[in-house]
């Protein structure tokens, strides 16, 4: 199996790194074979080659079995145009491999249940998982771009556009998951004014009656942000369009006690890209202190979702579980008690939890 490594900016080769670290022992334990093969990406790539996804990046990913993430972006390309940003690789990337179902789950660890800002009671016991589209809406649709009218007045437009079969696509994706976990799915739009919505909700409902088993609910986003909140253990499986999807899960991310928990996997094709939700920190990025727990975690759904190796895909996840039982917590999710780590100890705990006799 080959996976490429996009490394990218910030925390983001610090984080892989640890992935890395996780997948070599997966890989030893189980006496099977991976190979990495590293690539320029992001605002790497834009200072080594000019542009944030190079063609041989593309070429490397296109031909991969799995691409593993860390996060681009860093505020030096901000002013850039839209062509030279980081961002527009990654998007680049997500549309060059189609990978058009974006799987973001939300899980409250009961040890973490207290390093949430929302009271214990209420984030409890959630487990969640968002589907978010990936490839289609707002992000892409065009015309897009600034006009300046006749009398010179600046404008800018986007559009958000979805045809019915990117609807249909990432819905069976999300009524295959639903039928593994509760069986239910909330579809999140906002039908009562945008007819991409009203096309959205129509087109789920006929998926949905080839899924009986699985209870539909639509819920308009402004109310499901807010019962992300309130009610987090109602939800099972939400389904929503690409802009909705990136502004929920980060929300759903509150819940765990931080972003640097949320793993994702993007998939729909041959190649799927795996990366932790979290972006590039540049704050925080190479003191050792960003949490790779998100990113080992995306590992674990690489293994699941491009391998098929379940069983070491949950001795992954069970590792996790067990440093932060253990106590262990990296600076964002430490709360006073525990034992404060960075991300490399943060990577050797989930190592050493791997190993037989732990
Ligand atoms: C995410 C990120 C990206 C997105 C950015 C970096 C383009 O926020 O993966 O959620 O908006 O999709
Ligand atoms: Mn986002």
Redesign the pocket.
Known sequence: MRIVLLPGDGIGPEVVEQAVAVLRETAARSSRKIDFDEHAFGGAALDAEGVPFPPATREACLAADAVLLGA??LPKYDKNPPALKP?TG??GLRKALEAFANLRPAVVHKPLVSASTLKAEVVEGTDILIIRELTGGI?FGTPRGFETDEQGRESAVNTMRYRVDEIERVTRVAFDCAMGRRKSVVSVDKANVLETSQLWRKTVEQVARDYPEVNLDHMYVDNCSMQLIAQPRRFDVVLTENLFG?IL??EAAMLTGSIGMLP?ASIGNRVGIF?P?H?TAPDIAGKDIANPLATIASAAMLLRHAFGWEEEAQRVELAIASVLEAGFRTADIFRGDGKLVGTRAMGEAVLSAMRPGS
């Open positions: 681009v972006g961002e990654l998007l992000y990136d899960s980060d994702s990366e939700v972006g």
